[in-house]
């Protein structure tokens, strides 16, 4: 897949959502609701869906890319974790 695809895709995914954030979606809808109800209009404007729904893109997006080292660093951590347990009949 090109970058131009991958970009494509996701900007067709934030109007359309995945399946998986279906349900997301109707919690965040719930939780505004329910929000709504509960809020002091004096203290707090109306709440969204987008107040309760997390953006798991944004969340990876945040993400700094992870460098050749750090991805070395990390396999060398897994593997001591395998082979600590494996030392232990594990």
């Known amino acids: ?10 900007a067709f995914f934030r109007v359309q959502p ?3 954030d279906v349900p997301w979606l109707a919690i ?9 109800v509960y809020r002091d209009p004096k203290k707090r ?3 969204s869906t987008d107040d309760f729904y997390i953006d798991w893109w944004k ?3 945040a ?3 992870r460098t050749q080292e750090d991805l070395q660093r990390e396999m060398e951590a ?4 395998y082979n ?3 030392k232990q009949g594990g």
């Open 1 to 10: 897949m090109t970058s131009k695809e991958f970009t494509e895709w996701r």
């Open 18 to 20: 995945w399946p998986d």
């Open 28 to 36: 965040g809808r719930f939780m505004a609701l329910i929000a709504n």
């Open 45 to 47: 404007k109306t709440f």
């Open 59 to 61: 969340e990876v997006e």
């Open 63 to 65: 993400q700094k890319p």
């Open 78 to 81: 897994i593997a001591r974790i």
């Open 84 to 86: 600590a347990a494996a």
